[in-house]
């Protein structure tokens, strides 16, 4: 089944605690990306990678960072996450014409 | 750059038809999308259209895009309560391959 995974689905963590979102996909695609969703803002790029190795800032990029080392993850770290990164988190992975989503982490930052 | 607006609520009662619509500002447009959140949930694709299209169909869904007003609605038929949730409108061209996503539209269905 072709998906798009992330761990963890919910996460509580402290102001400057280090933590990685993982995003897994079993499409082969080249293009991944990671978006955030807050409420009246719809969602919101940060970083995309085009492929193994390339990666961009997208729309919201501060307070972010990503890696892709092999093309089937392409996690997401906060260094030193803060209060407004308080948000629902999305991968994505897409094909020519269709961008598939995972599941959402909804992420806390105290 | 590129913007996506949507009108944020809808309400309707169960068996009418819901339009939801979308205007967006980006001419190179190519892909234009319709994704629906459930409550807690991720997104689902429903639909796309390409740009040279007027209209797709499927099933209870219909997307209509007028490219000369870059407006694009989607009308769900005989609306059910399932349907509620909240639906996003999305753009990309071919050489920017992120989607602008519009604010979503939230969808109430009354009994």
């Known amino acids: 089944e072709a998906q798009v995974t992330q761990n963890p689905r919910y996460l509580i963590t402290v102001t400057g605690k280090k933590l990685t979102v993982t995003c897994s996909q079993n499409m082969n695609h080249e293009y991944m990306s990671w978006y955030r969703q807050d409420p009246g803002l719809g969602l919101r790029q940060i970083y995309y990678s085009m492929n193994v190795e390339v990666t961009d800032k997208g729309d919201v990029p501060e307070g972010y960072k990503v890696s892709r080392k092999e093309k089937r993850n392409f996690p997401l770290i906060l260094e030193s996450p803060s209060p407004n990164q308080t948000s629902l988190y999305f991968c994505?992975?897409?094909?020519?014409?269709?961008?598939?989503f995972g599941p959402g982490t909804r992420l806390t930052v105290l | 750059g590129e913007d996506v607006e949507q009108s944020l609520f809808l309400s309707v009662r169960e068996g009418d038809s819901s339009v939801i619509n979308c205007t967006y500002t980006?001419?190179?447009?190519?892909?234009l999308y319709w994704y629906k959140q459930e409550p807690g949930a991720g997104l689902q694709l429903l639909t796309y259209i390409f740009s040279n299209m007027d209209m797709k169909q499927d099933q209870r869904l219909t997307v209509l895009l007028n490219k000369k007003d870059k407006h694009l609605s989607l009308r769900i038929a005989d609306t059910q309560t399932g349907d509620s949730a909240i639906y996003f409108c999305a753009e990309s061209d071919t050489g920017r391959r992120a989607l602008t996503f519009g604010s979503g539209t939230r969808l109430q269905v009354q009994p």
């Open positions: 994505a992975s897409r094909s020519t014409d269709t961008q598939y």
């Open positions: 980006d001419s190179s447009s190519t892909y």
